[in-house]
């Protein structure tokens, strides 16, 4: 089975950067999609970044220009670089991956973000924290 580890969360102020990285174990050369999703107190875990296998990525509107999704060759380390980081990304970040015949690869080709059920495999979530 597919694990996820990220890392790379902490504190900023307003208008700094982190990268956040996924580690993946286990892994399946046949995963269609990973990206990464968020979670902020009393809020709906949203996607922020999506990668497929083939190279497609979308981003959603409030992250786009800022934050950047990348892979190593191996698709062993999911990347998410974020910059001008505001308090509204304050959250807990999760690392996901799907599995073959799910929805996701077919959506991001539509130009559509994936949701969270469209996602098999889960990390434990890193924070990052925001400040003004």
């Known amino acids: 089975q597919v694990q996820l580890v990220e890392s790379g969360g902490g504190s900023v102020q307003s208008g700094g950067s982190l990268t956040l990285a996924c580690a993946v174990s286990?892994?399946?050369?046949?995963?269609?999609?990973m990206g990464w999703f968020r979670q902020a107190p009393g809020r709906e875990r949203e996607g922020v970044a999506i990668i497929s296998s083939d190279g497609r990525i979308l981003y959603s509107d409030s992250v786009k220009g800022r934050f950047t999704i990348s892979q190593d060759n191996a698709r062993k380390t999911l990347y998410l670089q974020m910059n001008s980081l505001k308090p509204e990304d304050t959250a807990m970040y999760y690392c996901?991956?799907?599995?073959?015949?799910?929805?996701?690869?077919?959506?991001?080709?539509?130009?559509?973000?994936?949701?969270?059920?469209?996602?098999?495999?889960w990390g434990q979530g890193t924070q990052v924290t925001v400040s003004s």
């Open positions: 996901a991956a799907d599995s073959p015949g799910s929805p996701a690869s077919l959506l991001l080709r539509a130009g559509r973000l994936p949701l969270e059920p469209d996602f098999n495999y």
């Open positions: 286990n892994y399946s050369p046949h995963i269609p999609c």
